[in-house]
């Protein structure tokens, strides 16, 4: 006797009817408390249920953190129990920007928060400046006629999914003293050095290690919006003999704005925030000199011993300002990016 | 063969005007084969590593293939004799067994003859032998050492949770707030928006002291649950499931079917792509975080891959043929769903510049 193979379940069949019938059960069991839920509310109180998990989580875990974060920074001790907290008023704003002369961090009261200010700021300069540029020459690149666009397109992307602890081991690995890129200068009569050791190395080591890390990313939007460039603008230029210097310039660059502005303050949002695959590449040092804001907060509150949670809330509170500043501004950019879209 | 490869290569130069390589061209290959070597390199160099074994790891200059000197067991002595090739004093080139080394000296015997009197051999004329060798230990010790299982299944277990109640939480708020007319709606969109404001460097202090007021300190699902409501992924879902047309929803409410029924059984596998697409992010976001479970966690037996990796990594004798090995197996999914599912990612992301 044969059995016909057409009503035998496949595999992928079969697993998902394993997964589906419990499931179903479950939900078919929900069902009868929710349709007296809903006799009991009607549609929109439905709404509002699906709504509520949710919203319950976003309430807990972000919007509750933000009131207690104003709290925290009004309030000093060690104690994380809010009524076990003094209220002292604007004291930790005052001690964070309590300076002899902003520009050296070491006349501050607070000299990690300045060192960690002062290096934020140089690293999100560099970072963005380069990030941009190497996304925009990659993106033009994988733009061009390349047979297997998809493929390399692939290669540039592939460090923006591995983990940041993967990524800072990966290059500790690289920049120590028996490393790779010892290796690679060595021929040259380099003597080995150990990179990660060295004050400036350390830090160039962190701008390269997260442009490594993130290229990929902005270059894929960048090349979402190269591609969406109507062709018949180029013909046209083809057609008139334009210089290829002054396509660029005239159509591709303008044409790009939008999408250029948003990629650039996504990255500044991105670098200002700068911490997990710099702290596993360097730990902050050597010294302080990859010493960055989201770092100095998290040891303030966490690691310092007694910790000062108060004081972290009010770094995190200026960092959160200018985050919120940044964000509006990429909304408001993005707004009048679509808005030029539908235009044209 | 020429064909395929003036359609590799094709180039400005040869659509135009049939010359030669434009500069463009020449940038464009050179930009791209620099980027595979730079992209790639130094993954490859970390899964090589991870095959060394300690002593070949401490060697500079490394050899780019994991290498092992060879050894053999000599009788009248106990341990393994690591193998050489030899310069003897008679100039020919002999492969011997060295027994210690005394200064700038190695006593070494020859293993085919092992009564013979050992030989006294300047160390620089002596070469190891070695082969190509995996060292699989580096792979296995950490089970057994380092309680690695443990961090494996801490990892998989917040992952696969968190992605769980991520899509269940989304898609239903997704749902309400694309199928539903209600008071308070544009408050609610405004709220999701504010919470792309507010990253965890902002609130980690707060939400802290939140997370050990609920008893969820050193509790995995004080690491999951702060994270399962992604601004993200109500978006994507929402922009998906306004393109469900609303009759399809009238029709089932006219066959007496429930809310809950229409959300559970149309809407959701309608909505299947976008939820893969969201359930692809949610599993590399989860896998890779780091900085909250640093926070939550700090007994041993609940460290997540990432954390365990990162204590191990910065005690002071770093064990790095261990921390090679689990660096690899840590990469491990993130490969898998680049491999398969790059392609979601990349169009997630081209869609709607989040990530």
Request: hydrophobic share 50%.
């Amino acid at each position: 006797m044969t059995v016909s193979n057409a009503d035998k379940p496949t595999l992928p069949e079969r697993l998902g009817t394993i997964v589906k019938t419990p499931v179903g059960v479950v939900m078919g069991l929900i069902d009868a408390p929710m349709r007296a839920l809903q006799r009991l509310t009607g549609l929109s109180g439905m709404a509002l249920f699906f709504l509520a998990p949710n919203m319950l989580i976003f309430g807990i875990f972000v919007l509750l953190p933000l009131g207690i974060n104003v709290v925290y920074s009004v309030t000093g001790g060690s104690a994380l129990f809010l009524p076990e907290r003094t209220y002292v008023g604007g004291d930790q704003y005052a001690r964070l920007f309590d300076c002899g002369n902003y520009l050296d961090a070491l006349t501050c009261q607070e000299d990690a928060f300045w060192t960690a200010v002062g290096n934020t700021f140089w690293f999100v300069v560099l970072q963005v400046t380069f990030m941009i540029l190497a996304a925009l020459v990659t993106a033009l690149i994988l733009n061009r006629n390349l047979a297997a666009r998809s493929f390399w397109r692939a290669v540039f992307f592939f460090p923006v999914l591995l983990s940041p602890v993967v990524v800072g081991l990966i290059w500790r690995w690289i920049l120590q003293r028996q490393g790779l890129l010892n290796f690679i200068l060595y021929p040259f009569g380099m003597e080995p050095y150990n990179w990660l050791t060295d004050r400036d190395w350390s830090f160039m080591a962190a701008v390269g290690v997260s442009l490594w890390a993130h290229m990929g990313f902005y270059t894929l939007i960048l090349l979402a919006g190269l591609q969406a460039i109507p062709k018949d603008l180029y013909e046209a230029a083809a057609m008139d003999g334009t210089r290829p210097g002054r396509v660029f310039w005239r159509i591709t660059l303008p044409l790009l704005a939008p999408n250029l502005i948003v990629v650039i303050v996504l990255a500044l949002i991105r670098a200002v925030q700068v911490f997990d695959e710099v702290y596993i590449l360097t730990g902050g040092g050597p010294g302080t000199s990859t010493l960055f804001l989201t770092q100095y907060i998290y040891e303030t509150g966490f690691v310092s011993q007694p910790r000062n949670p108060g004081l972290a809330a009010a770094a995190s509170i200026l960092m959160g300002l200018v985050l919120v500043v940044l964000t509006l501004l990429q909304l408001g950019l993005g707004k009048r990016g679509e808005n030029k879209g539908k235009r044209r | 063969m020429s064909r395929a490869a003036s359609f590799i290569f094709r180039r400005r130069g040869s659509q135009k005007h049939g010359r030669g390589w434009h500069w463009t061209d020449i940038v464009t290959w050179l930009w791209l084969i620099g980027g595979l070597i730079v992209m790639f390199g130094p993954a490859l160099w970390l899964i090589f590593s991870s095959f060394k074994t300690p002593a070949a790891l401490a060697e500079f200059p490394p050899s780019i293939l994991p290498y092992a000197s060879q050894q053999v067991t000599v009788a009248g002595h106990e341990q393994p004799l690591t193998l050489y090739d030899a310069k003897m004093p008679d100039g020919t080139t002999k492969r011997m067994a060295e027994i210690r080394r005394i200064g700038l000296f190695s006593q070494m015997i020859d293993p085919a003859d092992p009564g013979a009197p050992p030989v006294r051999i300047n160390i620089d004329d002596r070469q190891p032998v070695r082969k190509l060798s995996f060292a699989t230990e580096n792979y296995t010790e950490p089970f057994v050492h380092f309680d690695f299982f443990r961090y494996l299944w801490n990892s998989v277990f917040v992952t696969v949770m968190a992605t769980v109640i991520t899509l269940v939480v989304n898609s239903m708020a997704a749902f309400a707030l694309s199928k539903y007319e209600f008071r308070g709606r544009s408050f609610a969109m405004l709220i999701i928006l504010a919470t792309l404001m507010v990253p965890l460097s902002v609130i980690m202090v707060p939400l802290y002291s939140i997370i050990s007021s609920l008893g969820l300190f050193n509790n995995l699902w004080g690491v999951i649950l702060p994270t399962v409501a992604t601004p993200t992924g109500v978006f994507i879902l929402r922009q998906y499931m306004l393109t469900i047309p609303d009759e399809l929803l009238d029709a089932a409410r006219m066959d007496k079917a429930s809310e809950w029924q229409i959300y559970w059984r149309i809407v959701l596998p309608l909505t299947a792509p976008a939820l893969a697409v969201l359930a692809i992010f949610s599993v590399v976001w989860r896998w890779n975080d780091f900085l909250w479970p640093l926070i939550v966690l700090s007994r041993k037996e609940l460290y997540t891959l990432q954390v365990g990796l990162s204590i191990y990594s910065g005690e002071l004798n770093v064990q790095w043929h261990f921390i090679l090995a689990m660096t690899v197996v840590t990469m491990i999914p993130v490969v898998l769903v680049f491999i398969f599912l790059q392609r979601f990612i990349t169009t997630g992301i081209a869609g709607t510049g989040l990530k």
